[in-house]
C-alpha cells in the first residue's frame, strides 16, 4: 500500500524553526517529485515547494530564502525545513508525490501529484 505520512508539525513562536518529514511507504520515493503544500484555514491550497526526481527544487516566494526542501532516500523521507517563521505561515502541511518526477506548477498548485497524505498542522503564535 503507497503511503505518505507527515510529522514535524506543532506550536512555535514566530522566528522559530520546524522541520517537516513526509515519510513514504509502499514506493521509492527517490524516483517521484515531492511537493509540499499548505491549506489554512479559509484559503484555498497552495504549493509551498517541490523537490524532482534530479533534486531540482522550487519554492513559493514568500518562502523562498526560509524553507529548505530535501530528500534522505536511505530513509525514503523528504524533509521541509522551515526557518523564520511567520504567523502567516500557519496552515496544516500536506506532502504528495508525482510518479512523473517532475515537478510542474499550475497557477499556485503543483500538478500531477497522485498520492497525498493527511497532513500535520503547523501553528505560529505568540
Known amino acids: 500500500q503507497l503511503q505518505l505520512v507527515e510529522s514535524g508539525g506543532g506550536l512555535v513562536q514566530p522566528g522559530g524553526s520546524l522541520r517537516l518529514s513526509c515519510a513514504a511507504s509502499?514506493?521509492?520515493?527517490?524516483?517521484?517529485?515531492i511537493a509540499w503544500f499548505r491549506q489554512a484555514p479559509g484559503k484555498e491550497r497552495e504549493g509551498v515547494s517541490c523537490?524532482?526526481?534530479?533534486?531540482?527544487?522550487r519554492y513559493k516566494d514568500s518562502v523562498k530564502g526560509r524553507f529548505t526542501i530535501s530528500r534522505d532516500n536511505a530513509k525514503n523521507t523528504v524533509y521541509l525545513q522551515m526557518n523564520s517563521l511567520k504567523p502567516e505561515d500557519t496552515a496544516v502541511y500536506y506532502c504528495?508525490?508525482?510518479?512523473?518526477?517532475?515537478?510542474?506548477?499550475?497557477?499556485?498548485?503543483?500538478?500531477?501529484?497522485?498520492?497525498w497524505g493527511k497532513g500535520t498542522l503547523v501553528t505560529v503564535s505568540s
Open positions: 509502499g514506493f521509492a520515493l527517490g524516483y517521484y517529485a
Open positions: 523537490i524532482n526526481s534530479s533534486d531540482g527544487t
Open positions: 504528495a508525490a508525482s510518479s512523473s518526477g517532475l515537478c510542474v506548477l499550475s497557477g499556485s498548485l503543483y500538478h500531477g501529484m497522485e498520492y
